[in-house]
Nanobody
Framework: QVQLVESGGGLVQAGGSLRLSCVAS????????MGWFRQAPGKEREFVAA????????YYASPVKGRFTIFRDNAGNTADLQMNSLKPEDTAVYYC????????????????WGPGTQVTVSS
């Protein structure tokens, strides 16, 4: 059974940094893409960043480009999200997700999800 677990969320002041981690287990994730999404209260879940299994291709949403960086380990079972220069508008529950094949921006294209981790940025 596939399981994703996120960690690293918390409360931080604006301008600060957090690093989120996602560990996937239950099967081999070769040829899969791992993504991070977020959902703020009253808003739809939105794409944040994603990375291919090889780690060679990375994509970022415009609001986080230049501030967030996604990493993947050699085994392909973890994906970290380094978040710098955090803003209050980054406050949300952050979710890790996995899908087979190429990166998609749509949450509906992802097959497996973690329970989420709360990130709160105070002004």
């Amino acid at each position: 059974q596939v399981q994703l677990v996120e960690s690293g969320g918390g409360l931080v002041q604006a301008g600060g940094s957090l690093r989120l981690s996602c560990v996937a287990s239950g099967r081999t994730f070769s040829n899969s893409s791992m993504g991070w999404f977020r959902q703020a209260p009253g808003k739809e879940r939105e794409f944040v960043a994603a990375i291919t299994w090889s780690g060679l291709s990375k994509y970022y949403a415009s609001p986080v480009k230049g501030r967030f960086t996604i990493f993947r380990d050699n085994a392909g079972n973890t994906a970290d999200l380094q978040m710098n220069s955090l803003k209050p508008e980054d406050t949300a529950v952050y979710y890790c997700a996995v899908r087979e094949g190429l990166i998609y921006y749509s949450a509906s294209k992802y097959d497996y999800w973690g329970p989420g981790t709360q990130v709160t940025v105070s002004s």
